[in-house]
């Protein structure tokens, strides 16, 4: 006798809600990494000087804007 789909959609309810709660657990992981990230960097910039700090600032937006700017 084989597996009645009710067992079989049951089933797979079970795997994709774990599935779900894996990716749940990255994302959050993730988000974490990234906002010690940016604290870690903002830490450093309030650790300059302010001329220095506009210069950093100023050099990063450049260099984005460039990289924004390639992608097109």
């Keep these: 006798m084989g597996l009645s789909p009710r067992l ?6 079970v795997a994709a809600a774990i599935a779900l ?7 959050r992981e993730k988000r974490q990494t990234a906002e010690l990230t940016v604290e870690n960097i903002q830490a450093q910039l309030d650790a300059l ?3 220095t700090r506009a210069a950093v600032i100023a ?6 804007a460039k990289k924004v700017r390639g992608q097109r």
């Excluded at 079989?8 to 309810?13: G, P, Q, V």
């Excluded at 894996?22 to 994302?27: D, E, L």
């Excluded at 050099?59 to 984005?64: A, C, F, K, M, V």
Aim: no cysteine; aromatic share 0%.
């Design 59 to 64: 050099r990063l937006t450049s260099d984005e």
């Design 8 to 13: 079989i959609r049951a089933a797979l309810l």
């Design 49 to 51: 000087d302010p001329a």
């Design 21 to 27: 709660a894996a990716a749940a657990v990255q994302i």
